[in-house]
């Protein structure tokens, strides 16, 4: 059962939890990334059978079995990830960015924004199917410009992808799928077997596997961020429908076992009907042996004495998604200002946020939004900069430059510029 806490009953560190720590896997890990930079594809095979339950006689789905896959998908469901992905493309393309140039005195000083070469897409597979997963990593991808998207996840036991998870990739425009999942597709993208390409950049959620392997081969690769499970922070005022309350914070309850539902309130009779409310929702879910372990480790209903209370604590919580499930919603919205995504008004579940608003729901997690950003375009691009000096211009700069590099001690730095002079 959901507990309900006041203040000075809980540690502001209890509330969402962070500390993951008693799940070690680097061990594991470890040993995966070796094994398959030196076993390649005869390793990634093994672990399919070992650790997936499936060996299927290939990594790579031909263009014909992803084709024959989605057509076994319903056309409802492909109008709708269709519709969802324009959503998307239309949010993210506002985030494109184009290089500039500045020109004067003989100087010219440039920055290329460029797409990266190949990209990484891991897709969680397992207990769900995260077809929407899909389009918020390759869509943003595809716009960048990359020039080759490769994506990987668990197969079933049959050895197979889910359809609809091949119906979003084709339709976001992904170039290579390849059906290996945990940690061992991590390190296949990271290093590159004689199967699976070598990529730049490896971004997606997966379990804590995925996530410390991302953590390991970060240098060898980039990664966009060290993905935890999954959060919920409702707000929610007095007189709030409980049964609406309930419902939202077991959307994200159900992702995991280790998923956190909290919902910040000033109203103690809410507080009341929403704990009943979950008990009776969770046992109708079909996954209401995760929704409910979630609630009961993880869930919390925090008791504050205002709204402005209540602000200031989700700040510092920086929670993954924030839910303002008030009256006058859009007049706190502007006070918000540590979160990874923020739903607005009491029209808005965050799930809208997971499958069709158009925002990306690949965000930071442990409280990570005090720094980090969602998914974005610019996670797929580099940015190069360019000097060009002429020798008046240089001539200029010549005993600046010595003077700065003398007082670091680097004299070797202010000679390659004097010695166009001597």
């Known amino acids: 059962m959901i507990k309900i806490l006041k203040k000075g009953q809980y540690e502001l560190d209890d509330i969402l939890i962070r500390d993951r720590s008693g799940r070690d896997v680097s061990r594991v890990v470890s040993e995966i990334l070796f094994g398959v930079k ?3 594809d005869p390793t990634l095979m093994n672990y399919c059978l070992s650790l997936d339950g499936a060996k299927p006689d290939k990594l790579e789905l031909t263009e014909e079995e992803i084709d024959s896959a989605v057509a076994k998908v319903e056309p409802e469901v492909i109008d709708t990830l269709k519709e969802a992905a ?36 891991y897709i969680p597979g397992g207990t769900a199917a995260y077809p929407s997963t899909v389009l918020m ?16 996840s668990p197969p079933t036991d049959n050895g ?20 290996i999942g945990g940690a061992q597709a991590v390190a296949a993208l990271a290093y590159g077997t004689k199967s699976v390409p070598k990529v730049d950049k490896i971004v997606g959620p ?39 309350v309930a419902a939202d914070m077991l959307s994200q309850a159900e992702h995991d076992t280790m998923a956190t539902a909290v919902l910040i309130t000033t109203d103690e009779d809410l507080a009341t009907r929403v704990m009943a409310e979950i008990d009776i929702q969770t046992g109708k879910l079909p996954r209401k042996d995760i929704a409910g372990k979630s609630i009961d480790v993880n869930g919390k209903i925090i008791i504050t004495d205002t709204i402005e209370e209540a602000i200031d604590l989700a700040n510092e919580l920086a929670p993954e998604h924030l839910e303002l499930y008030l009256d006058d919603a859009e ?6 200002v540590n979160a990874g995504s923020v739903f607005v008004g009491k029209n808005c579940p965050e799930a809208l946020g997971d499958y069709f608003a158009g ?15 969602p998914l ?12 060009y000096y002429d020798q008046t211009a240089l001539e200029y700069a010549k005993d600046k430059v010595a003077l700065l590099a003398r007082q670091e001690g680097l004299e070797g730095h202010a000679r390659s510029i004097l010695s166009r002079f001597e």
């Open 206 to 244: 997966g379990n804590a596997y995925v996530a410390e392997a991302k953590k390991q081969v970060f240098g060898q690769v980039g990664i966009d961020l060290i993905a935890g499970p999954s959060e919920i922070l409702v707000l929610a005022d007095k007189g709030s429908d409980a049964r609406i």
């Open 331 to 336: 007049e706190y919205a502007d006070k918000i």
């Open 38 to 40: 030196m076993g390649g």
């Open 160 to 179: 197979n992808i889910s359809p609809v998870i091949l119906a979003a990739a084709k339709i976001a425009g992904v170039d290579r799928v390849f059906r």
């Open 86 to 121: 324009e959503r998307i493309a239309a949010y993210h393309k506002q985030q494109i960015k184009e290089g500039y140039v500045l020109e004067a005195d003989g100087v010219k000083l440039q920055q290329k924004v460029l797409p990266l070469e190949k990209v990484g897409i």
């Open 359 to 373: 925002p990306n729901h690949t965000l930071p997690t442990a409280g990570t939004a005090r720094f980090a950003s």
């Open 137 to 152: 990593n390759a869509v943003p991808a595809k716009l960048a410009g990359v020039k080759e998207i490769i994506m990987v």
């Open 376 to 387: 974005s375009v610019d996670d797929f691009t580099k940015r190069m900069s360019f000097t």
